[in-house]
T-cell receptor, first 116, second 110 residues
């Protein structure tokens, strides 16, 4: 399909392991966003990119979290030394315009992370 | 206190009812206001988008923004069972760094 694709859809890992979550945005979309959504809550901003440049990472909880988008398309969110409090739905979104413009965000179906 | 407050519901209404969903916010810098709809196990989808104060209508949906009161609303007329979903308000000062409410669960009974 032509939507935002995320993988894996479900990830169960043990505390202390590293995980990598992948996002493939809609083709041609300039900006890419990572949000985290806890159960019963709205998405919470983590970070965003214009093309390959990370514009804002103020929402990343701590230095165990990092994200990259090396070629301006696919992005990876990496969580090192996972902790139980990292368990959540991680959502990727993309938008046609740059991060300076406000336009429709297209969300993927998310990656559900469970840390045991 | 959260920047955006939204009653989580659930809100249960009969088919055909008028639904009113609301959010309040504290950051006076917000000037872009959105409503996203989220079906179970799906990602949020943009429903309505408003810049600054005023009303916007799209079919059965009307979005209102009152910046002086820091209050936004979404009205759904002639509600249908297919409207059953979680409705998330979202807002930003600039760009798509959105601050979301917690979402209101709506159930429309046939």
């Amino acid at each position: 399909g032509a939507g935002v694709s995320q993988s894996p859809r479900y990830k169960v890992t043990k505390r202390g392991q590293d995980v990598a979550l992948r996002c493939d945005p809609i083709s041609g979309h300039v900006s890419l966003y990572w949000y985290r959504q806890a159960l019963g809550q709205g998405p919470e901003f983590l970070t965003y990119f214009n093309y390959e440049a990370q514009q804002d990472k103020s929402g990343l909880p701590n230095d165990r979290f990092s994200a990259e988008r090396p070629e301006g398309s696919i992005s990876t969110l990496t969580i090192q030394r996972t902790e139980q409090r990292d368990s959540a739905m991680y959502r990727c979104a993309s938008s046609l315009g740059s991060t300076d413009t406000t336009g429709e965000l297209f969300f993927g179906e998310g990656s559900r992370l469970t840390v045991l | 206190q959260k920047e955006v407050e939204q009653d989580p519901g659930p809100l249960s209404v009969p088919e055909g009812a008028i639904v009113s969903l609301n959010c309040t916010y504290s950051n006076s810098a917000f000037q872009y206001f959105m409503w996203y709809r989220q079906y179970s196990r799906k990602g949020p989808e943009l429903l309505m988008y408003t810049y600054s104060s005023g009303n916007k209508e799209d079919g059965r949906f009307t979005a209102q923004v009152d910046k002086s009161s820091k209050y936004i609303s979404l009205f759904i007329r002639d509600s249908q069972p297919s409207d059953s979903a979680t409705y998330l308000c979202a807002m930003s000062a600039k760009g798509n760094k959105l601050v979301f409410g917690a979402g209101t669960i709506l159930r429309v009974k046939s």
